[in-house]
């Protein structure tokens, strides 16, 4: 495509120099449900972005951009918690200061993680022992056809492991307009993880937490406005029981983290670290020296950089370790999204 259409460099946190037939804005449902009709009229793809941190623009982009600005944050108090109702373009670490700001406790290990709300349900985002699914209450989705909206209580939303029904049933013809978050008064610190473990329980405080979050995470990650990168780059591996002895047999090191299924999930960052891969780079792409889990853009790299560095960590760690990776982060193709693991098999 020429270059008269406009670039998704601003909007994809990796920094790919792809061009979009088009890139709008929308700040109601109205506007989402009137571009999902033009694009329907004109037999065009459509995709909905929040901050652009968890994609990966393989080529130009055939269809409409749309970038979810629905904003606004209502809260309601009850005895036992603080209700919010979320619109789904706001910031995820502004509504995280936000909260703390208003002494509600509940998001401070989520911290400093990149993109929308709207965008968190979708991959129930995760750090520090804390996953969205723990405060959500519900997501409110719109029918772009119908413009009816439709409200799913969290038992609904099928959340996994960087999964939800938002990637499956709910991925196409549908957006999410707003999450209802539940901060309960009764804190439940999690001190779980790294430097939150070395913390006083008897005495933390949910802004300690949000400290100590906010200083590992600056320490390890590169930040997306300087480097570009889509934070974790893969899933960590979860394997069965027998598969897991098999590397703990070879490996005694390797930090293993056991699920309440009997299965074990495995560091993808130290699996990658053990095949020396930290500052390998192929083109203008590069592993993080910092966090082997990270794919940075280095050097003005192309998507082909980056799937072909993806391609190689799967290929080394495979061979180590008989463990293959998976993307976490979503690859979108000219007409929409593809399969992530196919395009880097
Ligand atoms: P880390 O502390 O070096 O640990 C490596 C991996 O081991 C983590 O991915 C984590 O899995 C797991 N782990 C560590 N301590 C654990 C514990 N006490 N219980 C269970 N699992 C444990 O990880 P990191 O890369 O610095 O990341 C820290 C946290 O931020 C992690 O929760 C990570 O998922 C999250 N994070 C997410 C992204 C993203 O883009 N999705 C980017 C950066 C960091 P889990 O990932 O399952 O927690």
Redesign the pocket.
């Known amino acids: 495509m020429s270059s008269q259409y406009p670039s998704l460099k601003p909007f994809n946190t990796l920094g790919i120099n792809v061009v979009a037939r088009d890139i709008t804005t929308a700040k109601t449902i109205a506007d989402l449900c009137d571009a999902w009709q033009t694009c329907q009229q004109k037999n065009m793809p459509f995709i909905l972005l929040g901050g652009g941190s968890n994609v990966l623009f393989l080529e130009d982009y055939h269809g409409m951009v749309v970038i979810n600005r629905l904003m606004g944050i209502q809260v309601e108090e009850k005895d036992d918690a603080w209700h919010l109702h979320v619109g789904a373009g706001e910031n995820w670490h502004h509504l995280v200061e936000y909260t703390l700001a208003q002494g509600f406790s509940g998001l401070e290990n989520l911290a400093l ?1 990149p993109g929308c709300v709207g965008s968190a349900p979708i991959q129930n ?5 804390v996953e969205l699914k723990d405060v959500c209450e519900y997501v409110d989705i719109v029918d772009l056809q119908h413009g009816q909206i439709k409200r799913l209580l969290a038992d609904a939303c099928q959340f996994g ?2 999964d939800s029904l938002f990637k499956h049933a709910y991925r196409d013809g549908y957006a999410i307009t707003a999450v209802g978050i539940k901060l309960a008064k009764t804190w439940h610190p999690v001190m ?3 430097e939150l473990t070395k913390l006083n329980s008897a005495t933390v405080t949910p802004g300690q937490i949000f400290d100590g979050v906010c200083h ?2 600056r320490s ?2 590169p930040d997306p406005e300087i480097t570009g990168n ?3 780059f893969f899933k ?1 591996p979860v394997v069965d029981a027998i598969e897991a002895s098999e590397i703990l047999h070879h490996y005694p090191d390797v ?1 293993h ?1 056991p699920q309440t299924n009997g299965a074990v ?1 495995l ?4 699996l990658i670290d053990q095949c020396h891969l930290k500052g390998y780079r192929i083109g203008g792409a590069a592993v993080h020296r910092q ?1 082997a ?1 990270v794919i940075i853009n280095e050097n003005n790299a192309t998507s082909q950089d980056i799937v072909a560095l993806a391609h190689e960590i799967r290929q080394r760690v495979g061979s180590k370790f008989n463990v293959l990776l998976e993307p ?1 982060v979503r690859f979108i193709g000219a007409m929409g999204e593809k399969d992530a693991t196919e395009v880097i098999s």
């Open positions: 993680i985002i995760g750090a520090y022992g492991y960087r779980t993880y790294g590992m995470r390890k990650l889509v934070g974790s960590n930090p983290y999930k560091a993808a960052g130290w966090q889990l976490e």
